[in-house]
C-alpha cells in the first residue's frame, strides 16, 4: 500500500483527513486531549503532554515528502487486515487519508506493545516491510514516537465516546491502559523524545 501511496497522484478536489499532527491531535478521531485528560489525575495528564510533544517532534524531524507521508489506511490494527490466500488482505478504510507511513506501522505494532514477545514480532514484520518497501534506520527510531501517537490516538477516540451507553463503563479503565503504555514506551527513550 505504501508504494503505491508513493506515487499516488490526487485527482482535482481530492479530500480526505489528515493524520499530520493538526489532524491527529486535533480531534480527527472524535474526541480531543482535553476529553482524555480529564479522565486521568496529575500524572497521566502529564504523560499525555509528553506524548503530544514527541508525537509533533517527531512529525516535524520527518517532514512531508513523499518518501515519509502520503496516503495511508490510517487504521490498520489486527481487526482491519484478513489473509486470503498467504496474502495479506486490508479492509476498514474509513480513516484513510494523508499521512505518515510510520503511522500505519504504529497502528499495526502499537495493540502489541504489551505483548511478551513484542521485540520479535516488531522485527519480524520490519523484515517484512522492508522486503517490499525501504525503511530508513533513521526512521525506523522514530518508529516508537509513532506507536506513543497511535496509542495517544486510541485515546483520544475512546475519551470521545466515554458518553456512549455502550462504552462508559470502560472508557476511564481503557484510556489509563493506554496512558500506562505510552508511559512505558517512553522509557524505551528516542532520539525525537527530547
Known sequence: ????????????GFTRIRGDTGGLLGGVNGGTNDQV?????????????????????????????????GLIHGDLHQMNYVFLKGEARALDFDDCGRGYFL???????????????FASLRAAFLRGYRSVRPLDAGHERMLTAFLIADRLKIAVW?????????LRDNAEEFVRDRVDQMRNMMQ??????E
Open 158 to 166: 475512546m475519551a470521545g465516546r466515554a458518553d456512549n451507553p455502550g
Open 37 to 69: 485528560k480529564a479522565l486521568l489525575g496529575r500524572d497521566g495528564r502529564a504523560t499525555v503532554d509528553r506524548a503530544e510533544s514527541i508525537t509533533r517532534n517527531a512529525m516535524a524531524q520527518l517532514g512531508e515528502t513523499s518518501s515519509v507521508f
Open 103 to 117: 503511522g500505519d506501522i504504529g497502528a499495526t505494532l502499537g495493540p502489541l506493545v504489551s505483548r511478551k514477545d
Open 188 to 193: 524505551w527513550g528516542s532520539d525525537v523524545f
Open 1 to 12: 500500500m505504501h508504494n503505491h501511496a508513493a506515487g499516488f497522484v490526487p485527482s482535482s
